[in-house]
């Protein structure tokens, strides 16, 4: 099956600094990429969509200068949270698939704590 | 948008026993998965499932597209396949994943 590496799996920073998450489709080119948010005990919400070459389309609320996507590769795809603050503290999840309507296949995901 | 539902939302079988997980989604899908997201947070595809019935090992699934739903079976529970449940289908976005079920089997 495809496989998607997400890194780094757990990162711990001080309010302010910006951390940045890879997501890599090892095995498949993926043109678009998915980044899903989840807090504790509660289910995956979709925060953006990464198109390899042009600009990520955001879901509503979620603020696209807080939350950079970068998509400069059919195999990479980078989330960069800025300035963060607590309240970002979650887990961060990417996805890719081949084409549309084909399984979705995730990484194992970022657990992100904001001091 | 399209509503995903799960039932139940937690879960506690002894080893061994046989469950039931249910989704139900308000709209008529051509996409259907179920994930099982373990302790650690990976999320690891079940099945892919828009129609029909599939097994794989002690999990099958069946989903009833006309109807509207898609059931997960386990059976003989082990500790391992504690965890979340999730099922999940495009609606406007990628996937719209319901709240899961929340299961834990106990020795």
């Known amino acids: 099956g495809a496989v998607v590496s997400q890194h780094p799996s757990r990162v711990i920073c001080k309010s302010g600094t910006s951390v940045k998450i890879e997501c890599r489709s090892l095995d498949f080119q993926a043109t678009t990429m998915f980044w899903y948010r989840q807090f504790p005990k509660q289910s995956l919400m979709l925060m953006a969509t990464?198109?390899?070459?042009?600009?990520?389309?955001?879901e509503q609320g979620v603020e696209k200068d807080k939350f950079l996507i970068n998509h400069a590769s059919l195999t990479l795809s980078t989330l960069t949270v800025t300035s963060a603050h607590p309240e970002d503290s979650s887990f961060y999840i990417c996805s890719a698939n081949r084409g549309f309507l084909e399984k979705l296949f995730f990484g194992s995901g970022t657990q992100l704590s904001v001091l | 948008g399209i509503q995903v539902e799960q039932s139940p939302p937690d879960l506690i079988l002894q080893e061994g026993a046989n469950s039931t997980l249910r989704c139900n989604f308000s709209?008529?899908?051509?996409?259907l998965q179920w994930f099982h997201q373990n302790p650690w947070g990976q999320l690891i595809n079940l099945f892919y499932?828009?129609?029909g019935t599939k097994q794989n090992g002690r999990l099958s699934a069946t989903t009833v597209a006309t109807e509207r739903y898609s059931l997960l079976y386990i059976s003989s529970s082990q500790t391992t396949d504690s965890g979340v449940y999730f099922c999940?289908?495009?609606?406007?976005?990628?996937?719209?994943f319901g709240k899961g079920t929340r299961l834990s089997v106990i020795a």
């Open positions: 709209d008529s899908v051509n996409n």
């Open positions: 990464s198109n390899e070459g042009s600009k990520a389309t955001y």
């Open positions: 499932i828009p129609s």
């Open positions: 999940a289908t495009p609606g406007n976005t990628p996937l719209v």
